[in-house]
């Protein structure tokens, strides 16, 4: 039978066994060895669940998919639908027009002058995670960025309104509900056997908890009257376009959830990346000590952690060989084709962010840290998208790229990072991480 649809290249037989079976437990491996295979783009039809899949790492197709013709697509509903049962309807599971109003509504919060208020926040934090390293110069940098980025979101959410038993205790179902929830979308069958011995039900009263938590939070700070200029104050006084209506208790509570889990979850794993390479790189720590002393006073001022420099290229770089966000997902609403492709309605889209960075279509010497790369003026036209693209961009770019150009800064500026480790172990579960980053802190001689 001839399909009615042109398909690039099939994965199948043996190797489509291997994917299947291989893909599961080593993604990186399996998709990265399937374009080698068969190119920039393939196709694979999954045996079980009969549903078709295109792989890409072409940018042409990707910017088809995620700009030009985005309104064909939604986030599949492995992820939005998986993870929604957890975490409600916020702007990580929503679709369609009910997602586009909320981003409306929260995207003024997240402007580079809003971000800029937080600075001070932000440097409390760190400041007081970097006091430990007197006392403990042996550490795990892997397991200390996830504590100091999720602190750093729940006070530049919640300022003071936490306590620190609280935020443990958020963290802690928020960790126990990722896992599970990878789980699910990484292995759709094996869902039935998690329902079957009660596991999805305890996460999602786990998931009801830290909902409970966070109302309780919202409830003191309505009934303080205070105003405290953070992310919270934000989104209570946001208002909707078309009926000037606030968002609801239960959207602003899935709203603040999701922005946790985002908000901590891509940046601690972006540090442990950035903060490896550094450590094999001696002539980038060199360059980047320099600059943090030229900067003198300025260092940590918003308008100088916010402009480009060599921190904020190391940082990119970083993120271009170890994305966070090393896949996106779109489901196709109706047929659709591009180019000498097509492909039907429901057909799933991986856009492989990792292949792209490292294509050496567009990338030469793909597999080398080279922050300067970054210095091109053509930069922005870059086959580069570790925070996504088009109207789906990742809200939370400029806090994000602000909060690692302060952390990278303030540890420099005091210390130096020997990493015990000559290479880093890497888990794509629903973001990239590493297991472990550990080494030494050395205290800085002036």
Partial sequence: ??????????????????????????????????????????????????????????????????KQNHKNYFKSE???????????????????????????????????????????IMEEEIDAA?????????????????????????????????????????????????????????????????????????????SKKSKAIIQSVLDKRRSSGEEKNDLLDMLIQARYEDTQLPMSDEQLIDEML?????????????????????????????KLKKEILEEGE??????????????????????RLHPPAWAIDRQALENDSFQEYSWPKHTLIILYI?????????????????????DDENAKNFAYYPFGAGPRLCIGEHFAMMEMVLIVRKFYKSFRFMSYQKELEKKALVTLRTTSLKGKIIKNLT
């Fill in 1 to 66: 039978m001839i399909s009615a649809f042109n398909y690039p290249t099939e994965i199948k037989g043996k190797r489509k066994l291997y994917s299947l079976l291989k893909g599961v437990k080593n993604p990186l491996e399996v998709i990265s060895g399937n374009h080698e295979i068969a190119g920039d783009n393939y196709y694979i039809k999954a045996t079980l669940t009969n549903k078709n899949f295109i792989f890409s790492q072409d940018k042409e197709f990707i910017e088809y998919i995620l």
């Fill in 354 to 374: 990792t292949g792209l960075h490292r294509n050496p279509r567009y990338w030469n010497d793909p597999n080398s840290f080279i922050p300067e790369r970054f």
């Fill in 78 to 120: 492995i992820q939005s639908f998986t993870l929604g049962k957890y975490l409600g309807n916020g702007l990580l599971t929503n679709n369609g027009k009910d997602w586009l109003k909320q981003r409306r509504l929260i995207q003024p919060g997240f402007s580079k002058v809003k971000i800029a208020n937080l600075v001070s």
């Fill in 130 to 206: 970097f006091q430990s390293f007197d006392k403990e110069p042996e550490v795990d940098l892997n397991v200390f960025f996830h504590t100091l980025a999720f602190n750093i979101v729940a006070k530049t959410l919640f300022s003071s309104d936490i306590d620190e038993n609280k935020v443990k205790e958020l963290g802690k179902i928020i960790t126990e509900v990722q896992e599970v929830f990878a789980k699910e979308v990484r292995l759709p069958f094996y869902s039935q056997i998690l329902k079957i011995f009660g596991v999805i039900d305890k996460t999602i009263k786990k």
């Fill in 258 to 286: 999701i922005l946790f889990i985002a908000g901590h979850e891509t940046t601690a794993n972006a540090l442990s990346f950035i903060f490896f390479e550094i450590s094999q790189h001696p002539e980038v720590e060199r």
């Fill in 298 to 319: 300025r260092v940590f001022t918003p308008e100088s952690l916010m402009k480009k420099s060599f921190t904020s290229n190391v940082i990119k770089e970083a993120m």
